[in-house]
């Protein structure tokens, strides 16, 4: 899933699996993206050698378009994401002391400036759902029902991979019980292969201001069952505040006839809170403390740093030690080249005595 989210090829998703795999066998935990990137760079500096003897050749190239693609998601904020404390998808499941359901609001402000943290906040957390939760079959009330605003954004930068993995998990999800809801401008914002698993369908008014508008609403209106009472591109351009064209499924699963319908009007305050009523809700919520709770403790990155001190300490042991070995010798060289030169010395000087002394006897017999 991580190769996906971060849309990489197939030689460096296997790189991605490498990383992941010598990590296990040497008890590294990779819990964030730090220690991620930790790894990636170890792998292709001083742990090169090591990694590749085990389970062979890692391209430089490779790993420097993972850091960057790794770099890209943590410059829109993913970082806050991977680590600890995660979020445990039961949470959302809780319930109040009178047995009754508890909204959960996940509230990601500027998404629509970070579609990518977006996109890979969500597969994940409904990857997590998808392999958490057990198996519902049809039972007679959801588990989970997700309302996904701004839908759009999951699919704007999404790549190939990434969709097929998001409409797997949208096939795959209503068997655990969890109902999905994308909230969007146009139903063209949802790709065909995830549109086509949606069986409620509840459309507002479109407009059609140019050509490529009108082009859309002949497409939202071909999505809906044929209906013999309406002309759905005419009514869909005719709707009002409060009114919808709604389709859903019968209990035999079959679309149900087209309706144009009054909807009841929220019975709350439309409008975003302020500051201060946030803070009083956050304040309020039981989850506040468990989720603000910081940890870091011992991970890949701290271990591969220990690692790399440990063995940069021994080299630096093993060039000391070099290094006095060539000192040695060096002074043992310098020695024996006075000990020569005290010899060579001597001897000239013992020369000398006795040619002075030579000349002292022919110097007595002349006189």
């Not at 949802?190 to 609403?217: C, E, M, N, W, Y």
């Not at 991970?299 to 063995?311: D, M, T, V």
Request: hydrophobic residues 40%; proline residues 3%; aromatic residues 6%.
């Amino acid at each position: 899933m991580l190769s996906r989210i971060l849309d990489v090829t197939t030689t460096q998703a296997g790189i991605i699996s490498i990383i992941f795999k010598y990590c296990d066998d040497n008890k590294l935990p990779l819990l964030d993206l730090k220690d991620l990137k930790k790894v990636l760079q170890f792998a292709t500096q001083e742990g090169k050698k090591e990694l590749e003897k085990d389970y062979g050749r890692i391209s430089t190239a490779s790993t420097g378009a993972i850091l960057r693609k790794i770099v890209e998601l943590e410059q829109q904020g993913a970082d806050l994401f991977f680590g600890e404390k995660s979020f445990e998808v039961q949470d959302l499941c809780r319930i109040d002391e009178n047995g009754r359901g508890i909204i959960n609001i996940i509230r990601l402000t500027d998404i629509q400036d970070k579609p990518k943290l977006f996109s890979t906040f969500m597969l994940s957390l409904l990857a997590e759902i998808y392999s958490t939760f057990p198996e519902q079959g049809d039972s007679g009330r959801p588990e989970l029902v997700i309302f996904l605003d701004e839908a759009h954004l999951i699919f704007k930068e999404a790549s190939n991979a990434l969709m097929g993995q998001i409409e797997s998990i949208v096939k795959l999800i209503r068997s655990k019980g969890v109902g999905l809801y994308f909230v969007t401008q146009n139903p063209t914002d949802v790709p065909d292969g995830v549109l086509s698993q949606l069986g409620l369908k509840v459309q507002h008014a479109l407009r059609a201001f140019t050509a490529k508008d009108r082009k859309a609403i002949k497409l939202t209106a071909e999505n809906y069952p044929i209906s013999e009472y309406y002309d759905t591109k005419e009514i869909l351009t005719s709707l009002g505040i409060g009114e919808a064209l709604i389709s859903a499924l019968d209990e035999k699963g079959r679309p149900t006839p087209l309706a144009a319908t009054m909807l009841r009007a929220p019975m709350s305050r439309m409008d975003i809170l302020s500051d201060s009523e946030l803070k009083d809700v956050l304040k309020k919520s039981k989850l506040i403390p468990k989720y603000n709770e910081e940890i870091d403790r011992e991970s890949a990155y701290e271990l591969l740093n220990e690692k790399i001190e440990k063995a940069e300490a021994e080299e630096a042991k093993e060039t000391a030690k070099k290094e006095r070995e060539k000192l040695n010798r060096t002074s043992s060289r310098s020695g024996k080249r006075t000990s020569t030169t005290e010899k060579a010395i001597i001897k000239v000087l013992t020369s000398a005595t006795f040619i002075r002394g030579a000349l002292g006897v022919l110097n007595k017999l002349l006189k």
